[in-house]
């Protein structure tokens, strides 16, 4: 009885090791250059200190069609323009953490 209550009290402050993939894991998963799954974490962990939920999704689609990234990059919006400024921190971000 005792070595299942101090199980369940060290169960409690234990970091959970298996949290859902976000959306930029996933898509580095899927594209032809993926696959490490460490790799891929690590750009996601760039990602969630640099890029809102909104942005990761976005960037996300740049993995599978990097003709949307052009395009992003070459617009004249200011939106896009915004938005294109957290993609080069959240890039310069993934490379001094990421790179190994």
């Not at 299942?4 to 993939?21: D, N």
């Not at 930029?24 to 460490?38: K, L, T, Y």
């Not at 760039?46 to 990097?66: H, I, V, Y």
Request: net charge positive; glycine share 8%; charged share 20%.
């Amino acid at each position: 009885m005792k070595s299942i209550m101090l199980a369940a009290a060290l169960a409690a402050f234990l970091p959970v090791t298996t949290a859902a993939a976000g959306p930029i894991e996933r898509a580095c998963m899927a594209s032809d250059r993926g696959g490490n799954r460490s790799l891929c974490g690590c750009i996601q962990q760039a990602a969630d200190m640099t890029l809102s939920g909104g942005d990761q999704r976005r960037a996300a689609k740049f993995f599978k069609d990097p003709e949307r990234a052009h395009s992003t990059w070459v617009s004249q919006s200011s939106s896009d323009d915004a938005f294109w400024e957290r993609y080069k921190q959240f890039g310069a971000t993934a490379e001094a953490y990421c790179a190994g």
